[in-house]
């Protein structure tokens, strides 16, 4: 069975949680103490709500006036009672609002809570629901809905993919949404948007990839927005509420790795933004990697905090990254608060391609993950054969650090472009200047592969928008080729001689061993995954007119992610780690392996972290953090050592972030518990999922 898991607490705003991360500042920190060092072991089940399906849940729930939304049945908005588990009502998705954004929903209120409305993402529409009623919004919008493939100045038809992997966040009768564009060349432009709550109508647009006479234009090739795609807003965003400031990490432009039609460092990518969250103005920025080629984006929400610095109280913000590092600035001036060093990096030996020549390095704090990966750090846990494998991989790939520049020859990536820190993956305990980070170390392999000359417009083919399907929900598996990587990850380049139609289409509804279903595709979009896996010589790689760098080669790499035939990282654990940080001296307070892979405990191999942490970390006022791991726990830590003070098992993998909240003077706690526990194909099984809430006696 699936969990989310409720234990008591509190959000930053009070006895709620009334925002994904707890509130606006994404703090992950609840102030409430019922539940606190001395009494968190006697932790009970209080109730139980099934999802009533086997889909895929990250969501973090919301509570507001002692009422829990979380997502279920099939992918339904349904409120629950907060103290009891009952339902109160399902809001069923149409056939065109299936998609409704799996890691949260946002949450506004008019000054005379008379006025109380849920608003999300589905597909590629934002939409409102009544909070109380649980009834669709019809003035929102057109019809209900506001169309966000319209106004990004280019046309909506050639758009594959635009819906927000995130919520957003609300500002005053402002939501703020970013988008998760597509991953090949000519994906949507990153703008973030600000719409108005009431009627949906667009309120401002800041440019990621710069207009002419925009701050930032001379940074990228002539007319680069006509063409570019990414530079988007995917992950998360917080918000200083009293100085109405937005922060956002961008994320690289498109495509990914191979960048030779976009000269230049490029900003806005993966840059953290301050902007006016009322006009949308930029206040200040910092561009962390120049000329993004390694998907070096962030995910996790900045983090405000209050920090003693120089003998003075500071106001600052914080941001954890995939390569390991933390930046630390003055929220409001954008000053970092200890030295950031731009740095020499290999150049690349790809034509055209014109890496940056520096990247920046921050001093302070030190990095929470391994930043290379070499033979003397292969695991001992792998096989003869895969020791093997992996030994000659890394001596033949080119190997000189975190910005080893992609080419035709393998590249290693480490901690990888999906290790770091991710989704939800640090909390704060604002007023003490603490940070703690949720790692994973990932070593991936880069190869760029030839895709052929691309000219005139894009996605003007079934076959071409399936590729775009297929780079977004396929690629960082079966890689650019389609060859994958058996056994762990098999090969489609030949799926249309061994696997009929009909057999296609239930393995990618339903899913097949560790791949998910995705059942959310609808059937015009899988008719054309399915057409461009059938016939890929149909889909040549294009972009749209306009931009005399576009008719470079290009070239696609898959993610690369290295995985051992027992589905465990070639790298020696722990395989992810919890570290705790003290921002006002910029060090490591502790670190410790977090969770464990239940067959290697099972031979008294612990302390090996578990393989792929998806829960981000909740921290409260009575010195715990609240945490969760893909080896079935839930966990209660202590703040000050990380030594483990209370666990459960549930039935499945935990992936999503805690929700934090008191209903009726008893605290609660949520777990989004939502993944396939095992490994590999033969340790994986059909799981069905449920809210459960854990609560002193």
Same mark, same amino acid.
């Given at each position: 069975?699936?969990?989310?898991? #409720?234990?008591?607490?509190?959000?930053? @705003?009070?006895?709620?949680?009334?925002?994904?991360?707890?509130?606006?500042?994404?703090?992950?920190?609840?102030?409430?103490?019922?539940?606190?060092?001395?009494?968190?072991?006697?932790?009970?089940?209080?109730?139980?709500?099934?999802?009533?399906?086997?889909?895929?849940?990250?969501?973090?729930?919301?509570?507001?006036?002692?009422?829990?939304? $979380?997502?279920?049945?099939?992918?339904?908005?349904?409120? @629950?009672?907060?103290?009891?588990?009952?339902?109160?009502?399902?809001?069923?998705?149409?056939?065109?609002?299936?998609?409704?954004?799996?890691?949260?929903?946002?949450?506004?209120?008019?000054?005379?809570?008379?006025?109380?409305?849920?608003?999300?993402?589905?597909?590629?529409?934002?939409?409102?629901?009544?909070? *109380?009623?649980?009834?669709?919004?019809?003035?929102?919008?057109?019809?209900?809905? $506001?169309?966000?493939?319209?106004?990004?100045? &280019?046309?909506?038809?050639?758009?594959?993919?635009?819906?927000?992997?995130?919520?957003?966040?609300?500002?005053?009768?402002?939501?703020?949404?970013?988008? /998760?564009?597509?991953?090949?060349?000519?994906?949507?432009?990153?703008?973030?948007?600000?719409?108005?709550?009431?009627?949906?109508?667009?309120?401002?647009?800041?440019?990621?990839?710069? &207009?002419?006479?925009?701050?930032?234009?001379?940074?990228?090739?002539?007319?680069?927005?006509?063409?570019?795609?990414?530079?988007?807003?995917?992950?998360?965003?917080?918000?200083?509420?009293?100085?109405?400031?937005?922060?956002?990490?961008?994320?690289?432009?498109?495509?990914?790795?191979?960048?030779?039609?976009?000269?230049?460092?490029?900003?806005?990518?993966?840059? #953290?933004?301050?902007?006016?969250?009322?006009?949308?103005?930029?206040?200040?920025?910092?561009?962390?990697?120049?000329?993004?080629?390694?998907?070096?984006?962030?995910?996790?929400?900045?983090?405000?905090?209050?920090?003693?610095?120089?003998?003075?109280?500071?106001?600052?913000?914080?941001?954890?990254?995939?390569?390991?590092?933390?930046?630390?600035?003055?929220? *409001?001036?954008?000053?970092? #608060?200890?030295?950031?060093?731009?740095?020499?990096?290999?150049?690349?030996?790809?034509?055209?391609?014109?890496?940056?020549?520096?990247?920046?390095?921050?001093?302070?704090?030190?990095?929470?993950?391994?930043?290379?990966? !070499?033979?003397?750090?292969?695991?001992?846990?792998?096989?003869?054969?895969?020791?093997?494998?992996?030994?000659?991989?890394?001596?033949?790939?080119?190997?000189?650090?975190?910005?080893?520049?992609?080419?035709?020859?393998?590249?290693?990536?480490?901690?990888?472009?999906?290790?770091?820190?991710?989704?939800?993956?640090?909390?704060? %305990?604002?007023?003490?200047?603490?940070?703690?980070? *949720?790692? =994973?170390?990932?070593?991936?392999? #880069?190869?760029?592969?030839? %895709?052929?000359?691309?000219?005139?417009?894009?996605?003007?083919?079934?076959?071409?928008?399936?590729?775009?399907?297929?780079?977004?929900?396929?690629?960082?598996?079966?890689?650019?080729?389609?060859?994958?990587?058996?056994?762990?990850?098999?090969?489609?380049?030949?799926?249309?001689?061994?696997?009929?139609?009909?057999?296609?289409?239930?393995?990618?509804?339903?899913?097949?061993?560790?791949?998910?279903?995705?059942?959310?595709?609808?059937?015009?979009?899988?008719?054309?995954?399915?057409?461009?896996?059938?016939?890929?010589?149909?889909?040549?790689?294009?972009?749209? /007119?306009?931009?005399?760098?576009?008719?470079?080669? &290009?070239?696609?790499?898959?993610?690369?992610?290295?995985?051992?035939?027992?589905?465990?990282?070639?790298?020696?654990?722990?395989?992810?780690?919890?570290?705790?940080?003290?921002?006002?001296?910029?060090?490591?307070?502790?670190?410790?392996?977090?969770?464990?892979?239940?067959? @290697?405990?099972? =031979?008294?191999?612990?302390? !090996?972290?578990?393989?792929?942490?998806?829960?981000?970390?909740?921290?409260?006022?009575?010195?715990?953090?609240? !945490?969760?791991?893909?080896?079935?726990? *839930?966990?209660?830590?202590?703040?000050?050592?990380?030594?483990?003070?209370?666990?459960?098992?549930?039935?499945?993998?935990?992936?999503?972030?805690?929700?934090?909240?008191?209903?009726?003077?008893?605290?609660?706690?949520?777990?989004?518990?939502? /993944?396939?526990?095992?490994?590999?194909?033969?340790?994986?099984?059909?799981?069905?999922?449920?809210?459960?809430?854990? /609560?002193?006696?």
């Amino acid at each position: 069975m699936r969990f989310f898991i #409720l234990l008591g607490g509190l959000c930053a @705003l009070g006895q709620s949680w009334p925002d994904y991360g707890g509130g606006a500042d994404a703090s992950q920190y609840s102030p409430l103490t019922q539940i606190n060092r001395s009494n968190v072991s006697k932790l009970q089940r209080a109730w139980t709500y099934p999802t009533g399906d086997s889909n895929r849940y990250f969501f973090n729930p919301v509570m507001v006036d002692s009422t829990l939304y $979380v997502l279920a049945k099939n992918n339904s908005i349904v409120a @629950l009672d907060a103290a009891t588990g009952k339902e109160k009502w399902t809001f069923a998705p149409g056939a065109d609002t299936k998609i409704i954004t799996n890691r949260g929903i946002n949450y506004w209120e008019s000054k005379d809570r008379k006025e109380r409305r849920l608003l999300f993402a589905s597909n590629h529409r934002l939409r409102a629901v009544d909070a *109380v009623s649980g009834k669709a919004i019809l003035t929102f919008g057109r019809d209900g809905s $506001v169309d966000l493939k319209e106004g990004l100045d &280019r046309d909506p038809s050639t758009i594959a993919l635009v819906q927000s992997t995130t919520p957003g966040r609300v500002f005053e009768d402002l939501l703020i949404v970013g988008s /998760a564009t597509n991953q090949g060349y000519g994906s949507a432009p990153g703008d973030l948007r600000a719409f108005d709550v009431r009627t949906g109508r667009l309120v401002w647009t800041f440019h990621t990839v710069p &207009r002419p006479g925009e701050f930032g234009y001379e940074t990228w090739p002539k007319d680069a927005w006509k063409t570019v795609g990414g530079a988007n807003v995917w992950g998360e965003m917080s918000l200083d509420v009293k100085r109405g400031i937005l922060y956002a990490p961008t994320a690289s432009a498109k495509y990914n790795f191979y960048g030779a039609d976009r000269a230049g460092a490029n900003l806005f990518s993966d840059s #953290l933004l301050a902007l006016d969250a009322r006009t949308g103005k930029r206040i200040w920025h910092f561009q962390m990697v120049h000329h993004d080629i390694w998907d070096y984006d962030d995910a996790t929400a900045p983090k405000l905090i209050t920090v003693q610095h120089g003998g003075k109280s500071v106001d600052a913000v914080a941001q954890v990254s995939k390569q390991g590092f933390i930046w630390v600035f003055n929220r *409001v001036t954008g000053e970092p #608060l200890w030295p950031i060093e731009e740095r020499p990096v290999p150049k690349s030996d790809m034509p055209n391609e014109k890496t940056w020549p520096t990247q920046p390095f921050p001093t302070k704090p030190p990095p929470f993950a391994r930043q290379k990966f !070499t033979v003397d750090d292969l695991s001992p846990h792998l096989s003869p054969s895969d020791r093997a494998k992996f030994r000659d991989d890394i001596l033949s790939a080119r190997n000189e650090g975190l910005f080893t520049p992609p080419g035709t020859r393998n590249t290693i990536q480490m901690p990888g472009n999906n290790g770091g820190a991710n989704w939800s993956g640090a909390a704060v %305990e604002p007023s003490r200047g603490f940070l703690y980070v *949720v790692s =994973k170390d990932l070593p991936a392999m #880069l190869k760029l592969e030839p %895709e052929g000359k691309a000219r005139g417009g894009f996605n003007d083919s079934p076959e071409q928008r399936g590729q775009s399907l297929y780079q977004v929900h396929c690629l960082n598996c079966h890689k650019a080729d389609r060859r994958g990587a058996p056994p762990a990850m098999p090969a489609l380049d030949d799926i249309a001689v061994r696997l009929p139609r009909e057999q296609l289409v239930n393995a990618i509804r339903q899913g097949v061993g560790p791949m998910p279903g995705y059942p959310k595709l609808t059937n015009a979009e899988l008719d054309e995954l399915i057409g461009y896996l059938y016939n890929p010589a149909r889909a040549r790689a294009t972009v749209p /007119a306009g931009n005399s760098e576009a008719d470079a080669e &290009r070239y696609l790499s898959g993610f690369g992610f290295m995985i051992a035939s027992d589905g465990l990282s070639p790298i020696k654990p722990p395989w992810s780690t919890l570290t705790a940080y003290d921002l006002n001296e910029g060090t490591i307070r502790w670190q410790i392996p977090l969770g464990e892979v239940p067959h @290697l405990a099972a =031979k008294g191999i612990k302390d !090996t972290g578990s393989h792929y942490p998806k829960v981000g970390p909740v921290v409260t006022a009575g010195g715990i953090i609240f !945490t969760g791991t893909r080896d079935r726990h *839930v966990r209660a830590l202590d703040v000050d050592t990380g030594k483990a003070l209370w666990e459960a098992e549930v039935d499945t993998a935990l992936e999503g972030m805690p929700a934090v909240y008191s209903v009726g003077g008893r605290q609660y706690v949520v777990f989004c518990a939502a /993944a396939q526990a095992g490994l590999t194909r033969d340790t994986q099984k059909q799981i069905s999922g449920a809210y459960v809430a854990f /609560a002193l006696p």
